[in-house]
Structure formats: C-alpha cells, structure tokens
C-alpha cells in the first residue's frame, strides 16, 4: 500500500495570509490525525477526523480548522498567520489504534 | 490531560553499544507507540506497544502498562540510529507524545 501524502512538502507564507494543507491517507484508513511540531513545543494534537466528522481536537485557537472529504482525504486550513505558526505540520493516518506519518509540510511564516 | 516523560533527553553512544530508552506516563493508555524521527522529519513506526514485549532485529520495546512505563532497547547501535526517538500514547483519540530523546550514535 501507498503511504500517507502531503502535499506541499514545504510553503512560504506572509503574516496575515492563510494556508490550505492536504493529507492523502493510507488507503482504508478512515482516521487522520494533525499534529504541530515546533522546537519549543515538541509534537502537538491539532485535530483527528473519522468518516468526515471532527472526532477529537487539541488546544488550539479557532484559525486552525480543518475538514475530512468522502474518499478520507484531509485538509487543515490555518488563516491570519502568525509568525509563531512556523513549523512541521504532520498528518497520520490510522485504521484502528496504530498510526502512520506522512513526510509533513514545513511551513515557514515571514 | 495524560503526561508524557522520555528519559534520557539526549543521549551519545560509540557504535556498537546497547541502549535503554524511557519513556513513563501518567494515566492508563489504549495506545502506545514508538517512532523514529529522522532527520528529514518523517516520522517512522517501531512499535505498536500497549502492553507487553515485541521484537524487531536489533530493536525491542517492552511496556508495563499496570506501571506505566514503557522501555526501547537498542543493541549493537549503528550510525543510521541516530536522531530521535518519540514515545506516543494515546487515550480517547487524543495522541500525546514526550519530548523524545536524542541518539547520537558516532563512529
């Protein structure tokens, strides 16, 4: 089976800008999990969808959102960027319990 | 929400040494899973471990989940070894991870 995909890989962005990042699961996972890695914070929960519906969601303020489509593929949307937002935003893919990371996107906020 | 120790936070070895890595939490888990960062970021599964001991090559993961804690052991370590190492627990959909721990593992 395929990994888990995200695309971009890496992004530039202004302050104030938004940003739309996708995650393509392992195929038959219907769970994806975002995660935010930075330095200071180490690996955080943003958010888990399962069958289209948010299931669990982390401390995180309203600018982070995201969405789960039909076919299990995710997107997270981050607006009004801050330069605090700088960092990998990885994906995870499960079908029960275990999960699976894609590569991540580095976002760099300028 | 569930608290996540790794120990040591960095840790330096020769070639060839073995290792134990740490990592305690601090309430009962439906999950626990070790991972392997490398040094493009991705992070790479070791173990799929609740509970119990599991074996791969010169890896092995033991977890007492009644104690709450769960051990890594690296044998014979290789330079590819290198980078860090994450503990992750999860319990009611909501995934926790420690600090890691750093290897470096030199020549």
């Known amino acids: 089976k395929a990994g888990v995909t995200q695309t971009p890989r890496y992004l530039i962005k202004t302050r104030g800008q938004q940003v739309t990042l996708s995650c393509s699961p392992i195929s038959g996972h219907r769970s994806v999990s975002w995660y935010q890695q930075t330095p200071g914070q180490g690996l955080q929960f943003l958010f888990e969808?399962?069958?289209?519906?948010?299931?669990n969601k982390g401390n995180f303020p309203g600018r982070f959102s995201g969405r789960q489509f039909s076919n299990s593929r995710s997107e997270m949307n981050v607006s009004t960027l801050e330069l605090g937002d700088s960092a990998l935003y990885l994906c995870?893919?499960?079908?029960?319990?275990?999960?699976?990371f894609g590569p991540g996107t580095r976002l760099t906020v300028t | 929400g569930i608290q996540v120790e790794q120990s040591p936070p960095d840790l330096i070895l020769q070639e060839g040494a073995n290792s134990t890595l740490r990592c305690n939490f601090s309430d009962s888990v439906n999950n626990l899973q070790w991972f392997h960062q490398n040094p493009w970021g991705q992070l790479i599964n070791l173990f799929y471990?609740?509970?119990g001991t599991k074996q791969n090559g010169r890896l092995s993961a033991t977890t007492v989940a009644t104690e709450r804690y769960s051990l890594l052991y690296i044998s014979s370590s290789q330079t590819t070894d290198s980078g860090v190492y994450f503990c992750a627990v999860d319990r009611n959909n909501d995934m926790r991870f420690g600090a890691g721990t750093r290897l470096t593992v030199k020549p």
């Open positions: 471990i609740p509970s």
């Open positions: 995870a893919s499960s079908e029960s319990y275990e999960q699976y």
């Open positions: 969808y399962f069958s289209e519906t948010q299931r």
